[in-house]
C-alpha cells in the first residue's frame, strides 16, 4: 500500500514505480505540509484572498476546481489544464473505489501518477454519489451499504475505510464520509442525520495517521439553522485542517443557500480553508466568496461544455442553435483561449451537430478557461478590494441585473 | 462563392472573411501550384521517394493521410496531427456536402480556415460512400442519385457536381466521382461500369477551371486485369494531374490486392503520383510501395484506436484485456509519442473501460504516431535502398513472419 505524505515514503514510492517506468525517475520529491495562507481580507465583505499548500503544490484562492470523476477532466489532457490556469483538480472516491480501484491506483503509485496530474488533488469522500443512489444503499451507524451502479455489487463503506481509500489514492485534500441529505427533508430526519455525519467525522479524525493527507469535516444540517449551526460548533470543536459546506446545490433556493452560509462561514475558523462542495455558478461563486468561501468544485463548465452551453462575457449561448450556422466569431470576441484564438462559432456547430469528440474537448477548454478567467478576476478584485464593484460589473454583463441584490450587499 | 488556388482570388477570399473574422488577417498568402518530384527511385522495386507540393505546402511520399471524415481527424487538434508528424489529411466530400454543407464551409473561408488545419487537404469524390448507401442510390449515365443518411433526403450529383463541390471546399487535391464496386462483382457488371467512370473522369477534366484544385482520377476494373488495364490507359490518355487505384480493400483476398496494383502501377505515369484509397494495414502500406504506390488514406489507426486497439513495435495489442489492468509500462516502450511518454497501460484500460473521451485521444495520437514513424522509416529505407530488408525486419517484429513472400519480392 503506497501512503503518499512524507519525503521517504514518496521516495520509496518513486523508486519502486520505476522498476516498471522509468520516466517518473526524473521527478522532484518535494514535500511539504498542508497550509492555508491568508493574504489579504476584503474590508467590504468576508472575502479572503489565499493560498492552499500541499505536497503537490500550490492553488491560489478563491478557487475553482474542476471535477476529474474518474481520473480524467473529461476530454482534457493535465498539459490542457494548466495552459487553461487550472491549478487543482477534484476526483471522486465513488468512482474510483469502484473502478479501477483503490488498492490498483495505490499500486501504480498514486492518483498523480496514475493520471499524470502532477498538482494538487482534493478527493471528496464518495458521500454524495452513494446517497443520491436511493434505493441501492442502506445506512447504520457504522457505515453505509450500497450496490455499485456499474455491476450491482455490493460494498460496505465506513468513515474509517472511506479515510484510508483516499490514502491509497495519495490525494492531498481528503473529506469524510457525510450523509448528504436531499432538499427538502424534514427536520426530524436531518438531525440525527447530521448528528451521525458528526459522529463520523470523529471516527474519521481518529483514524488518520500521520502524513495523512490533509482532512476536511464537511457541515451538514439541510436548510435548517440551528442544525448548520450545531454541526459547524461540533467539527470546529474536533479540529480540522479545513472545512466544507455540504448538502447544498441540490435544488433549494439560492437565497436559501446564501442564508445557510450566512449562517454557517462565521461559526468556522477564520484561518482554515472554507469549501462549498458542488457549487456553482459564476454568480453562485461570486455570492460565496463574499460570503467568506475560498474554493469551490462543480461539473456545471465542463458538462455545459459537453452540452454544447458555452459561457461568454455577455451571458451564454448555446452553440447548437441554427443563428451560428455561418458564424464565423469565436465563441467570445474578448476570450484569449485556444478555442476562441482558432475557431469560428459555425465550426462549434458544426462538430457538436456531428458528434464528433473534438467538440466535447474545444467546448471544455473554452468554458473552463471561462471560469479560470472568472476566479483570477474574483481574486484581482479582492485584492484591490472592489469586489463588490466587481460583482455588479458582472451580472450586469451577464443581464442579470435583477440578481443583483442580496445576499452579496446585504452581507457587505 | 470562393474559389482559392489564385493569389488574388484567395486574397478576396481572405478579405471576406475577415470582415467576420479578423484573426486569419494576417495569414500568408502563399501559392504553388501543384507539382510532384520524386527525389530517388528503389532499385531493387517500383518504390519512390517523393514530395507533393500544393497550395498549403508539401509533403514527403510514401505518406499517409489520416481521416478527418467530418472536418475533423476524429478527437485531435491540428497543433497535434502536426506534432505526431501528419503533413497532410483527407476530408470525405460527401459528408461535407451533407452537413455543414460546401456552401457554408466555402463562405466562411474554406475548409482549411474552417477546420484551422493550414497544411493539404485531399477530399475524396464521394463516391465510396455514395455507393456504399446500397438501396439509397440510384445510377444514371448522368449521374448518381441517393437518399442523405442523416435526413433521408434526396440529392443528386454529377461528375461536373462533385469537382465544383470541391473547387468551393478549397480542397488541394481533389478526386472525380467513381463507381467503386462491390467484392465480388461479376465481369459483365464491373466492365459497363468501369466504363462509365472513364467517361465521368473525362466530364470532370472538362468541367475543370483554371486555378482549380489538383484533379486525380481513379483506376476501377475490380479485379478483372482486362478491366484495370483498360480503365488504366483511358484515364492516362486523358492527362491528370495524378492517379488513384479506386475499388480495392473492400474484401477482397490480399493476394488479390496486390496482384492488381502489379497490372495497373507499370500503365500509369512515372511523374505522376499514385495513390491507394481505403489501404491500410502496415504490412499493405509497404508492399504496395514497393509496386509503386506514393500515398494512402485509412481509418484504421484512427478507428482501431477508438476501439482499443494499438500498434506496436511487436504486434498489435487489445488494451481492454485483463492482463493489463496493474501493468504500468507504456503502450510501447520503444515509442516516443505524448502517451507512451506519460501513460501507463493500466490508466489508458481504465479510460478505456470508464468510456473516458480521452481514451479516444490518448489511443489516437499513439496509433496515429505509430504510422507516421513507420512512414518515416519506410521513406529512409528508401533513401538507402533497403526497402526489402525494411519490410522482413517489420514483418518479422511483428510476428508475420509467414507473410513475409510475395507479393514484395516477387516484384524486387
Redo the contacts between chains.
Sequence with gaps: MVQGRQACLVSEKIRL?TV??H?HESRICEVMAFRFEIIKKDSSSQARLGRVNTDHGSFSTPAFLPVGT???V????PEELVEIGVEAILGNTY?LYL??GHE?IG???GLHI???WEKPILTDSGGFQIFSLGSLRKISEEGVTFQSHLDGSSHFLTPEKVVEIQRVLGTDIAMVLDECVPYPSPYEYVKPSMERTSRWASRSLQSRRENDPALFAIVQGGVHRDLREESARALVEMGFQGYAIGGLSVGEPKSMMMDVLKWTTPLLPKDAPRYLMGVGTPEDMINAVSLGIDFFDCVLPTRNARNGTLFTSSGKISIKQARY??????IDETCACYTC????R??L???Y??K???S??LNTIHNLYYYMNLLVKMREAIREGRLLEFYQSHTSSQGLETECSPPFQSNG
Excluded: C, M
Design positions: 514505480f516498471t517506468n520516466r474518474q481520473g480524467s473529461k476530454s482534457l489532457t468512482h473502478r479501477p490498483t499500486r501504480l503509485g496514475f493520471t499524470h450556422a455561418e458564424d464565423g466569431r469565436p484564438r482558432h475557431y469560428s459555425a465550426y456547430r458544426h462538430l451537430l456531428a464528433e469528440i473534438l466535447s474537448r
